[in-house]
């Protein structure tokens, strides 16, 4: 699942939700409701933005590898 995923790369790089979200140049609300599941329909520039600032790839970002 994207949400767990994106959680899970951060946790391993060591950030935190607010320093991910200024990172990626994303609104920290957005950041929490994608980790939360709640928006499960992230746009493709909000998840290129935290591909970027995770320093992953997209197939990566969402656990296909």
């Known amino acids: 699942m994207l949400s767990s995923n994106i959680k899970k790369l951060r946790k391993q790089k060591k950030l935190s939700q607010d320093k ?3 990172l990626a140049d994303i609104p920290y609300n957005t950041l929490v409701k994608i980790e939360s599941g709640k928006s499960s329909n992230p746009t493709f520039d909000t998840l290129s933005k935290l591909a970027d600032a995770l ?4 197939d990566n970002l969402a656990g296909r590898k």
């Open 20 to 22: 991910l979200a200024r």
């Open 55 to 58: 320093g992953v790839g997209l």
